[in-house]
């Protein structure tokens, strides 16, 4: 997944998608190729822009909340801030906006909140809809020449009237040039979200959305258990020996509890519960009869 998405040169944009059922990992995989492209940025590598649509209360705001984090990547990329060198000459406008910036993006360095404080006005200016927006933005990342990687994660977790704004967001606003979309969500849940709010089949809407799918795969029932069992022995460490009866847990093991987790997930949340409830028991009571 992330060498494709080095070397790919989407000059009309491009989508793809990373599939997977709830508490598979697909966040963690998300922050793997994050990670691994950072290390690609010096040989023309994408920066990596993480938007958050659950963040917006209606259509509007979802656009303007979308182009503002892109902004903010324009920002600190010297090529798109070297071409907006005369934004930085309006010298009245920039002092007045250095109090604003301070609250707007603190994380970033002080001439590069200047500039986006005053890109942000600028484009409030010179726009007067959303479409005169997005045209002056496009021609900021062609002129960049450089490749923007926007990562969408938990679409699942949206309404589907949410999923469908978040969609016609990447389709019809979204496609900037040499920009790739990385949307990772369960996409059973997905279509049957659409299907009541959008019409048809959730999965020909989808398919309308989504260029390239990267399916992940089940996770292995022994890695399942290697985790656990890693969990298990941080928790049991200081349980008394008496109160552990090995045999009696390689059965119960063996025949229920091993066949409980389907999903990373699963084994997090049980461990995180067991590792609460029994640290306050741990000499008093037997540690096989408090799993099971």
Request: proline share 5%.
């Amino acid at each position: 997944l992330v060498q494709a998405i080095a070397r790919i040169t989407p000059t009309d944009g491009l989508v793809l998608a990373l599939y997977g059922p709830w508490g598979s990992g697909k966040s963690t995989v998300l922050n793997f190729v994050e990670s691994y492209l950072d290390r690609e940025k010096g040989s023309g590598g994408p920066r990596v822009v993480r938007f958050n649509p659950w963040w917006f209360g209606d259509r509007d705001d979802l656009f303007r909340t979308f182009f503002d984090q892109l902004l903010g990547q324009l920002a600190i990329h010297p090529m798109v801030r070297s071409a907006g060198s005369a934004l930085r000459e309006l010298d009245p406008l920039v002092q007045a906006l250095v109090s604003l910036t301070g609250k707007v993006a603190p994380h970033l360095s002080k001439s590069a909140r200047i500039y986006l404080a005053a890109s942000r006005w600028w484009l409030g200016r010179q726009s007067s809809n959303i479409s005169d927006l997005k045209t002056k933005i496009g021609r900021k990342l062609q002129a960049a020449s450089s490749k923007i990687l926007v990562v969408l994660d938990d679409i699942d977790r949206l309404s589907g009237s949410e999923v469908r704004e978040v969609f016609r967001l990447i389709k019809s606003v979204g496609d900037f040039p040499n920009v790739t979309y990385l949307l990772a969500f369960d996409r059973e849940a997905v279509c049957r979200m659409l299907e009541p709010v959008q019409g048809g089949t959730g999965e020909e809407y989808l398919g309308k959305i989504v260029q390239v799918p990267f399916e992940l795969g089940t996770p292995d029932r022994a890695a399942l258990h290697q985790m656990l069992f890693r969990r298990l022995d941080a928790i049991l460490a200081a349980t008394p020996e008496p109160l552990f009866d090995k045999d009696r847990w390689q059965m119960l093991f063996s025949e229920g509890i091993g066949r409980i987790p389907k999903t990373p997930r699963d084994v997090v949340r049980f461990t995180n519960v067991l590792a609460l409830t029994y640290a306050p028991v741990r000499d008093e009571v037997n540690a096989v009869d408090f799993i099971t």
